[in-house]
C-alpha cells in the first residue's frame, strides 16, 4: 500500500519561473493537504482540497500560488513567478475523511529552490 | 487565532525519559496530536488524543488535558534512533491541523 507520493522530490527554478508540485494521495484517500516548510520551522498550512474542489485555501498566499485537485490524476501546487522567498520544503498530506479525529498522512516533500 | 507553544530543544541520555510539553490556544478544538520528523524527511504520525488522559502506544504516550490546553509527548527508554524533531498539532476543524514550530530532541550516549 504505497504512500503518498509527492514529486519532484528536489526542484531548482531561476527567479521568475513557475514551479509545479505533484501529489498522489494514499489509496482511498480523497482529502489532500499541503503545507509549507521554512528550516527550523513548522509545518505551515496552504490548502485544502478534495476531488475538484478547494475546501479550505486560508493558508496560501493570494497571488502565485494555486492549487487543483482533479478528478483523475494527482494534486497539483503551482507557484507562478517564484521568488528566493518560495524556497522551501512543500509537504502534502492526505486522509481519509477531514482532520476532526482523523490521521493525515505525510509525503516525503518537495524541496524547491530558487537561484 | 491559534498558537501552539513548545520548547525549542531537548537533550536526553539513551535509555531516560523524556517529556515534550504542549501549550495550545486555539479557537474550536477537536484533539491534539504529535508527529516525528527526522531531518529532511515526512513527518509521521505518533499519537492523537482528542479526551483528557494518557494515551499509551509502546515506549511513547501522550497526554492531554482539555481544561488546562495543555499536552505532552512522553518518551520511554530513549534511543538514538529517537533524535528528531516533535511536533504538536491540534486538529481545531474540519479542514487544517495547526501546528507547532517542533522541539529538537537529542539523544546523546
Known amino acids: 500500500n504505497a504512500g503518498v507520493m509527492q514529486n519532484p522530490r528536489h526542484l531548482v527554478r531561476r527567479r521568475g519561473q513557475e514551479a509545479r508540485l505533484r501529489c498522489s494521495p494514499m489509496k482511498g484517500h480523497s482529502h489532500v493537504y499541503w503545507y509549507r516548510q521554512l528550516p527550523e520551522e513548522g509545518l505551515k498550512f496552504m490548502v485544502y482540497?478534495?476531488?475538484?474542489?478547494?475546501?479550505?485555501e486560508s493558508g496560501m498566499p493570494k497571488e502565485r500560488f494555486s492549487a487543483e485537485f482533479p478528478k483523475e490524476g494527482p494534486s497539483i501546487l503551482r507557484i507562478q513567478q517564484v521568488v528566493r522567498g518560495d524556497s522551501a520544503a512543500y509537504f502534502c498530506?492526505?486522509?481519509?475523511?477531514?482532520?476532526?479525529?482523523?490521521?493525515?498522512?505525510f509525503g516525503e516533500g518537495s524541496w524547491l529552490t530558487v537561484v | 487565532g491559534q498558537s501552539l507553544e513548545q520548547p525549542s530543544e531537548v537533550t536526553a541520555v539513551e535509555g531516560a525519559i523524556v517529556q515534550i510539553n504542549c501549550t495550545y490556544q486555539?479557537?474550536?478544538?477537536?484533539?491534539l496530536s504529535w508527529y516525528q520528523q527526522h531531518d529532511g524527511g515526512a513527518p509521521t504520525f505518533l499519537s492523537y488524543n482528542a479526551l483528557d488522559g494518557l494515551e499509551e502506544t509502546g515506549r511513547f504516550s501522550s497526554f492531554l488535558s482539555r481544561s488546562d490546553s495543555y499536552g505532552y509527548l512522553l518518551l520511554q527508554e530513549l534511543q538514538m534512533k529517537d533524535s528528531a524533531s516533535y511536533f504538536c498539532?491540534?486538529?481545531?476543524?474540519?479542514?487544517?491541523?495547526?501546528f507547532g514550530k517542533g522541539t529538537m530532541l537529542l539523544v546523546s550516549p
Open positions: 498539532a491540534v486538529n481545531s476543524g474540519y479542514s487544517t491541523l495547526t
Open positions: 482540497l478534495q476531488k475538484e474542489n478547494i475546501i479550505d
Open positions: 486555539t479557537s474550536g478544538f477537536y484533539g
Open positions: 498530506a492526505s486522509s481519509t475523511t477531514g482532520t476532526s479525529g482523523n490521521t493525515i498522512y
